[in-house]
């Protein structure tokens, strides 16, 4: 028997082959994340860019009305600039544009990138200060950049802690602006303007927001001298501003409402009392006086105002989304409105941003295109090729739809097609998220989900599935439990193992109707109080229904009787994880179960854990997964993200480890090195794989 685990455990492995043809593309979803700001460009045409919290930047093609990503050939090490802070246009120069990139203000990197061919390729330019695209609700205010509309060369650059920053050569080299203070620490400088001198009507003034303490403006004195000065008696909390034409400065404020200052003495214009918080506003290019603002606060639906007289008075801008995803629900639309811009060169067109997606209308004066008068101004949402959503865990059964994806904020999908839309999330009623999804391997028409309401798990709760997913029936969960993990017995539907991230595992051996204390089970084995977890430490074996593995702390735990009870199946300890955890049962081959334990490797193991062999090819496995065996195999093929053979990539092996081929895309820029967080494999299709990311959707990798 011993020999046997032996010649079926691999000892040594070839070198990796040449990459096969494989095809990588996103699994279409349709918008679902948080654009924090649409800017339109002001002399050219069509030319309209996205920003995202976690997404990276966006290029609306006007032919396709597609968007396409411009951050794709970012790697996996510099993947916190898929964070985008803030985003300006050259005027002069429509090819040039600014953003500022950083996810996290306590990661890197963070810079100002630069692109002169409107964003297909970029260059840092060395400021390298903390962003926090996605660190708190500060990240919908803005832009944080200006660039002067009459010399390229100047612009300004607000940053969260350290200041405002200029440059006078186009990036090339920064000066921190000493008369500028930095404002409250991680929100700090949020907008940057330029316009008019609204008292002279001619010469230029910049202004900046500084949060905390009001609106500087950068103008000619009394002196003569050109100089930094608080303007009086403003907002002490600016989130974003505009200068009309005519040179007045409108600010919105997530505390104070909204102001407009004409040089000289600030207006309070703010829409309604019923609102304190405003972020969007935007002047129509053919008339000063005609504005639009929109409120930011949590909730859907939210009001649109429009004042036709420089803000004395404001209406209700009525407003339908009239096309978007079949599966979008009606609290999609204006929900945290985050920007609001018009068209320039078709002013009736207006484009807005939420939580979404981006939306656009082409009658935000309430007309038709033959000039009929509408009640209502029509919108739709532009969602094709924006994917943004973060993935938690993921599904394949082997049978019924061959992938299931769990998402924060949107719940997740069944898709029945991963080349088409979907149409429908999986329907959880009242929760947010999906944090685990497995399967009934005998029959997966057996599945069960656990759900969150919010990503603290306020609200956990197992649905339970017996027509592969396409209705649900919500159980209880013992008091107490939050998040966690699932595994569904192979043989018998009746058996799950629930291992909560706070909370005593339990077990049920009823579908979930109650629940069982287990003896000898591992306590807090899957870390984190949030749903940003992405450890996967406990498996389902996948031909014996009541066998179980949970790995801790460099012990695989084994259950052979549902659960009741567990002990430690390896003597020798296996190397504390260094990275995420998976552990994952090999279909269709009985007692064989491996670990994925990052920069710590890949173990096998061929006698259900109790002794284990590291793949001695794979020096860092990020991610691991099982797939559908290759024509004329017998064993199941396993994928890898990670570093084989000291080649950092993507990877299958259809010899349980021996031999490796290279499976990532040639070069950089399809995205997938956005964090990726989830890995599984397809059960159905051989060669097909799934990577989640953090940010830039799901990817399937595919054989042509």
């Known amino acids: 028997m011993l020999l046997m685990y032996m010649l079926m455990i691999p000892a040594s492995t070839d070198v990796v082959q040449s990459a096969q043809s494989y095809q990588w593309k996103n699994v279409p979803i349709g918008g679902g994340g948080y654009v924090t700001g649409v800017v339109v460009h002001p002399t050219e045409p069509d030319l309209v860019y996205a920003r995202t919290d976690v997404g990276g930047v966006y290029r609306l093609d006007k032919n396709s009305n597609k968007w396409i990503p411009l951050l794709d050939h970012i790697g996996d090490e510099d993947s916190n600039l898929y964070g985008v802070d803030g985003i300006a246009l050259d005027q002069q120069n429509p090819n040039v544009v600014y953003i500022a990139a950083g996810k996290y203000g306590n990661a890197g990197p963070s810079d100002i990138l630069k692109s002169t061919d409107r964003g297909a390729t970029w260059k840092r330019t060395g400021l390298n200060l903390r962003n926090e695209a996605n660190g708190n609700i500060h990240r919908a205010m803005g832009e944080s950049i200006a660039v002067n509309p009459t010399n390229s060369n100047y612009l300004h650059v607000g940053t969260r802690y350290d200041g405002l920053y200029t440059s006078s050569n186009g990036g090339t080299t920064w000066k921190k602006v000493k008369e500028v203070p930095n404002g409250l620490s991680g929100e700090g400088i949020r907008s940057v303007a330029y316009g008019i001198n609204p008292l002279t009507k001619q010469g230029q003034v910049v202004y900046a927001g500084v949060r905390g303490i009001g609106v500087y403006s950068k103008a000619p004195r009394k002196n003569g001298k050109t100089t930094w000065q608080l303007t009086s008696q403003g907002p002490k909390y600016p989130a974003r501003m505009t200068v009309a034409k005519n040179g007045t400065l409108y600010v919105t404020t997530d505390k104070q409402g909204i ?24 002047i129509d290019p053919r008339d000063d006086n005609h504005i639009l603002a929109a ?34 629900t009606s609290n999609m639309f204006f929900s945290a409105t985050s920007s609001l811009e018009f068209d320039p060169y078709n002013p009736d067109t207006v484009y807005a941003s939420d939580w979404f997606g981006v939306y656009k209308t082409t009658n935000i004066n309430g007309t038709d295109t033959n000039g009929v008068v509408e009640a209502t101004s029509m919108w739709e949402a532009i969602t094709d090729g ?11 059964p082997p049978k019924g739809a061959s992938f299931f994806s769990g998402l924060t904020d949107q719940i997740g999908f069944r898709h029945e097609n991963v080349n088409e839309f979907p149409t429908n999330k999986i329907p959880l009623s009242g929760m947010r998220e999906i944090v685990s999804i497995d399967y009934h391997e005998a029959n997966p028409n057996y599945m069960i989900f656990l759900g969150s309401s919010d990503w603290y798990g306020s609200t956990t709760r197992l649905f339970v599935s017996s027509n592969n997913g396409v209705s649900v029936t919500p159980m209880n969960l013992p008091a107490g439990s939050k998040l966690g993990r699932l595994a ?17 595992p339990v077990r049920s051996i009823n579908r979930g109707t109650s629940w069982q204390n287990m003896k000898g089970a591992p306590l807090r084995a899957i870390g984190g109080s949030e749903v940003f977890a ?68 890949l173990y096998a193991s061929a006698n259900s854990g109790s002794t284990f062999t590291k793949i001695k090819a794979v020096q860092n496995s990020k991610l691991f997964a099982f797939g559908k065996n290759r024509p004329g195999k017998t064993v199941p093929s396993v994928y890898v993200y990670g570093t084989v053979n000291r080649v950092n990539g993507f990877f299958r092996s259809d010899d349980m480890g021996v031999t490796w081929s290279n499976i990532g895309p040639l070069g950089r820029g399809i995205g997938l ?21 953090n940010g830039r959707g799901i990817y399937v990798g595919s054989l042509e």
């Open 259 to 282: 102001f407009k200052y004409d040089g000289s003495q600030w207006t309070n214009i703010t829409p309604s009392s019923s609102y304190a918080s405003y972020y969007g506003i935007a």
């Open 295 to 328: 409120v930011r606060t949590s909730g859907d639906n939210l009001p649109l105002y429009r004042s036709i007289n420089g803000g004395s008075s404001w209406t209700t801008v009525n407003k339908s989304l009239i096309s978007k995803p079949g599966w979008w």
């Open 386 to 396: 924006h994917e943004e959503v973060v993935t938690l865990t993921a599904s394949t």
């Open 488 to 504: 569904y017995s192979a043989i018998n539907p009746n058996i799950i193992i629930y291992y909560p991230q706070t909370g005593n």
């Open 534 to 601: 992405y450890n996967h430490p406990l498996a389902a074996d996948r031909i014996n229904g009541y066998k179980f593995y949970m790995y801790a702390a460099g012990y695989m735990y084994r259950s052979t009787d549902a659960g009741a009870n567990w002990y430690k199946a390896n003597a020798t300890r296996l190397p504390v994880s260094r990275g995420n955890t998976k552990v994952e049962a090999a279909p269709g081959l009985a007692n064989r179960v491996w670990v994925s334990l990052g920069e710590a490797g």
């Open 673 to 693: 090195e956005n964090e990726p967080q989830i890995m599984v494999a397809d059960r159905q299709t051989y060669g097909r794989v799934y990577i989640g990311t």
